[in-house]
Structure formats: structure tokens, C-alpha cells
């Protein structure tokens, strides 16, 4: 009788074990995935060594908007992934100076941002025209960050996905966490 149950025991363990990888397996690849920050460059809106959940699946369906904060495979090293917020879309040039960040849409309209949640200003001065896969990154602690302004825009196809959950340190927790409402 116990070789029974034993042999019972291990064929609902095997089961269970095949049903978690079933449904783990896909939502890990293909809809959200963790992520860790590293570095100072997102401070204050993300610290180092906060834990956070990617949404990998919105993208597929939407473009990324400005003032969302993504990860993306760094585009000088893919095999690196960069946390930053998308200051410039597609097709739009980004005028930087030391009074802000300035963009010029593809309509001819010019915007000012508000950059309310960024701290550290120290922007440098340089204009970037994106082509039409092209987003312009910067971190919010912009002294502390490499981003766009160094190493330049960010093609589409690099973006994994953007910052959907924080979940530590615990009392850090929250949906959306570094969202912006930035003009579109």
C-alpha cells in the first residue's frame, strides 16, 4: 500500500511540475519577465536593486508612448538590458539644453516637458533627429546617466517592454511604477 501511494504521490508531483511549466514557460517569454535596477541613472523614480516586472506584451499590440519608462536591449551590447523613459518618438527631433528638453513633433508642433519627476537636471545641450524606428531614452537622474544623448536613439525592435510592477522593496510596491502623462 505505501508503494502505491509513494508511486501516486510522485505521478501527481510529475503532473503538477508539467502543468507549472505549461503555463510559467510562455508567460515568462512571451508576456512578462523580472528585471533588477542597476545603477543610479532612474533615481529618484527607481532605485538600485529594485525588483520589477516587464510588461513584454502591450508593445505588440501599441507603440510606446512618451514618458513611459522601458527596458531595452542597450543598442552597442544587446545582450545588455537599460532601464530609461522615452523622451523622444519616431520621427521627432529632441532639442536639449540646460533650461530643458524641448521637442519638435512630426506635425511641426513644438513641445516643452515637464519633467517634474526629474530631480537632477543637467542635460547638456544636443538636438537628435529620430528616424521612424527610433526612440530617444533618457534616465531622470540625467548627471548619472548614460542614455541617448551618449550613445543615441534606441531602434524599435530593442524595446522588451515597459517597467508594469514593482514589487520590491515592499514598501515600494505599485502598478505603473515612474508613469508620466507627457504631451503625445
Given at each position: 500500500?505505501d508503494?502505491e501511494?509513494?508511486?501516486?504521490?510522485?505521478?501527481?508531483?510529475?503532473?503538477?511540475?508539467?502543468?507549472?511549466?505549461?503555463?510559467?514557460?510562455?508567460?515568462?517569454?512571451?508576456?512578462?519577465?523580472?528585471?533588477?535596477?542597476?545603477?543610479?541613472s532612474?533615481?529618484?523614480?527607481?532605485?538600485?536593486?529594485?525588483?520589477?516586472i516587464?510588461?513584454?506584451?502591450?508593445?505588440?499590440?501599441?507603440?510606446?508612448?512618451?514618458?513611459?519608462?522601458?527596458?531595452?536591449?542597450?543598442?552597442?551590447?544587446?545582450?545588455?538590458?537599460?532601464?530609461?523613459?522615452?523622451?523622444?518618438?519616431?520621427?521627432?527631433?529632441v532639442?536639449?539644453?540646460?533650461?530643458?528638453?524641448?521637442?519638435?513633433?512630426?506635425?511641426?508642433?513644438?513641445?516643452?516637458l515637464?519633467?517634474?519627476?526629474v530631480?537632477?537636471?543637467?542635460?547638456?545641450?544636443?538636438?537628435?533627429?529620430?528616424?521612424?524606428d527610433?526612440?530617444?531614452?533618457?534616465?531622470?537622474?540625467r548627471?548619472?546617466?548614460?542614455?541617448?544623448?551618449?550613445?543615441?536613439?534606441?531602434?524599435?525592435?530593442?524595446?522588451?517592454?515597459?517597467?508594469?510592477?514593482?514589487?520590491?522593496?515592499?514598501?515600494?510596491?505599485?502598478?505603473?511604477?515612474?508613469?508620466?502623462?507627457?504631451?503625445?
Amino acid at each position: 500500500m505505501d508503494e502505491e501511494r509513494h508511486d501516486n504521490f510522485f505521478i501527481e508531483l510529475l503532473k503538477f511540475a508539467f502543468i507549472a511549466f505549461v503555463i510559467v514557460v510562455p508567460v515568462r517569454m512571451f508576456v512578462a519577465q523580472p528585471f533588477f535596477v542597476s545603477g543610479q541613472s532612474m533615481v529618484p523614480t527607481f532605485q538600485d536593486k529594485q525588483y520589477l516586472i516587464v510588461d513584454e506584451f502591450t508593445y505588440h499590440f501599441s507603440n510606446p508612448k512618451r514618458g513611459d519608462v522601458i527596458i531595452f536591449r542597450y543598442p552597442k551590447d544587446t545582450s545588455l538590458f537599460f532601464i530609461k523613459r522615452i523622451i523622444g518618438l519616431p520621427g521627432e527631433t529632441v532639442d536639449i539644453s540646460d533650461a530643458g528638453v524641448t521637442v519638435t513633433k512630426t506635425d511641426g508642433k513644438k513641445i516643452t516637458l515637464d519633467e517634474s519627476y526629474v530631480v537632477n537636471h543637467g542635460n547638456g545641450n544636443v538636438t537628435y533627429i529620430l528616424n521612424n524606428d527610433q526612440y530617444f531614452v533618457m534616465g531622470d537622474n540625467r548627471p548619472e546617466s548614460s542614455d541617448s544623448r551618449v550613445w543615441g536613439p534606441v531602434p524599435r525592435e530593442n524595446i522588451v517592454g515597459h517597467a508594469f510592477v514593482r514589487l520590491l522593496p515592499l514598501n515600494t510596491i505599485g502598478l505603473f511604477p515612474g508613469s508620466a502623462t507627457e504631451p503625445q
